[in-house]
């Protein structure tokens, strides 16, 4: 379905594939409490458990069939420092769905990094990949998170009541959505060229 041109550039970000020199950087932040506290998934402890992690990530380049995943570095353009990752995953070939995901170093939060990497996964995912509808689920305690998709333009569809067990606690989880035609509403109409 696709295979993106990378790195995708932004304002302030460079979002490419996982490098092996990214091991230090990502592990500075996925083994993070604090960065991992709302994650559905343990963090690792260890290098070599962030190691296995990377290699994952290494292999998300692409969307070729369902359940794929495009899964980018985002690096400070202006440093090149490794903040965080962003992730377009298509859930639905025969529904047209897919759900993105972000997670970033604490120490760069409330900078509109999260907001500026996933609007240009939602890029990828309807100019792209012509998806119908994209996801954002997010524990219902994880309030910076939810910002972020509200700023996105997507719009709060759920609350399930402890819909997941996770890190030994049941946890609410939300659900927040977009359509194709809301992103197309959403995006700067070009001004006439004139004559």
């Not at 409490?33 to 402890?45: G, M, V």
């Not at 900078?111 to 996933?118: D, H, M, Q, S």
């Not at 990828?124 to 996801?135: G, K, Q, S, T």
Request: charged letters at 25%.
């Amino acid at each position: 379905m696709l295979t993106p041109d990378l790195p995708i550039e932004t304002e302030r970000l460079h979002l490419r594939p996982f490098q092996p020199s990214d091991l230090t950087g990502l592990h500075a932040y996925f083994a993070d409490p604090a960065a991992h506290r709302y994650l559905y998934s343990e963090a690792p402890l260890d290098l070599d458990g962030t190691r296995e992690v990377l290699a994952r990530r290494q292999q998300r380049t692409a969307l070729r069939e369902q359940g794929d995943a495009i899964q980018l570095a985002v690096v400070l353009r202006e440093t090149g420092q490794l903040v965080g990752d962003v992730l377009l995953c298509w859930t639905s070939a025969e529904h047209r769905q897919g759900e993105i995901g972000y997670l970033l170093h604490p120490d760069h939060r409330g900078r509109g990094y999260a907001t500026e990497a996933a609007q240009a996964m939602l890029a990828l995912a309807f100019d792209r990949c012509d998806l119908h509808r994209v996801v954002g689920r997010l524990d219902a305690r994880n309030t910076a998170s939810a910002q972020v998709l509200t700023r996105l333009g997507m719009r709060r569809e759920a609350h399930l009541r402890e819909n997941e067990y996770v890190k030994g606690e049941w946890a609410d989880e939300v659900i927040y959505a977009m359509l194709a035609r809301e992103w197309q509403d959403r995006r700067p109409v070009a001004a006439p060229v004139a004559p």
